[in-house]
């Protein structure tokens, strides 16, 4: 079942248009990490998935029910960070969950369940105003666990913490879908930090969904071989004739790009095949960071050979 779901959803501002046609979805119990730019349209998409702002075109469904139906009602179900959180800084952990709980109406008490989930138990007597930036966040998570929704849409959680603390939210994020049943919906720009807790990507560039997939299928299919050899220089026209796309790098080892785990093998046909004997390959798959820039760059590109066209 999908949670989330946009069809080719557009919206504009005064005729400047953030998003284009933008589809994705976001599965059941996945952690969906959305990614792109400073000024793509992160933001905009949440207020859209969340009913504060209202699509130029196209729909968006939310468990499985149009939006325009089941909102505002089903974001009881739906626990989300939007903002750095307002946290009230004499409060100790426990009195703002407990007030909390009662403006959002939750009958059953969840302070402890939900403490315990982003593991901030032993401090829940602390006041807030002496917690680390990170624990604030933690706080802020718990609160939006209050009442066990559904789905959690957090824009940007690690914006601003420090080392430790994105760890911190990094495990309790990529660990909540098993441990409590919520999918998470996470926005980001910083591709290394999110490779290390979704499960599912989308990218957005100038408005428009560039890719969606889960992790292990976008990370997995293109590398770089490294070879050590001796004639390097002889290994690079050999290999260039036959297509593949190389250079050597400042320690003379030879750099295939592009290239899958397969194709690792016609390299190493190819240089014994003429006598190259190397003494060590190594083939590493390209971070999610190396796939979007390589994606971004295809992309300008395109949009630059369309302007010259029309030039
Ligand atoms: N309420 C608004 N009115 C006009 N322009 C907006 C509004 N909200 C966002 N924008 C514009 O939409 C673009 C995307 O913004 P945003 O969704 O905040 O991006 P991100 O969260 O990815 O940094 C930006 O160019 C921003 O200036
Ligand atoms: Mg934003």
Request: charged share 20%; hydrophobic share 40%.
């Amino acid at each position: 079942m999908s949670i989330i779901e946009f069809n080719k959803v557009t919206k504009s501002f005064n005729h400047h248009k953030v998003l284009n046609e933008a589809s994705f979805t976001v599965p059941q119990g996945s952690v969906f990490g959305f990614l792109g730019n400073n000024g793509e349209g992160k933001s905009t998409t949440v207020r859209l998935m969340l009913g504060l702002l209202k699509p130029s075109g196209g729909e968006i469904r939310l468990f499985n029910r149009s939006a325009s139906t089941v909102l505002p009602r089903c974001l009881n179900n739906i626990g989300c960070i939007v903002d750095a959180p307002a946290l009230y800084q004499h409060l100790t952990a426990s009195e703002y969950l407990s007030l909390s709980q009662r403006i959002k109406n939750i009958p059953k008490n969840d302070i402890d369940r939900v403490l315990n989930i982003v593991e901030m138990l032993p401090s829940k007597n602390g006041v807030i105003a002496q917690f680390s930036l990170g624990m604030k966040q933690r706080l802020a998570i718990a609160n939006a666990l209050l009442g066990a929704p559904d789905l959690l849409v957090l824009d940007e959680p690690t914006n601003g913490l420090d080392p430790q603390g994105m760890l911190d939210i990094r495990e309790l994020l990529r660990r909540l879908p098993e441990k409590t049943g919520c999918t998470v919906f996470v926005s980001s720009h910083l591709l290394n930090e999110v490779e290390r807790m979704v499960s599912h990507v989308a990218i957005i560039n100038r408005g428009e969904i560039v890719l969606q997939d889960t992790l292990r299928n976008l990370v997995k299919a293109e590398g770089k071989l490294t070879v050590s050899c001796l004639e390097t220089s002889n290994a690079l026209a050999l290999l260039s004739a036959a297509n593949f796309q190389c250079s050597s790098n400042v320690s003379g080892e030879l750099i295939v790009s592009d290239i899958t785990q397969t194709q690792c093998t016609q390299v190493h046909h190819i240089l014994s095949k003429h006598h190259i004997d190397f003494w060590q390959s190594n083939f590493d798959q390209l971070s999610l960071e190396e796939t979007f820039m390589k994606i971004c760059s295809k992309q300008e590109n395109v949009s630059s050979l369309i302007k010259k066209r029309v030039a």
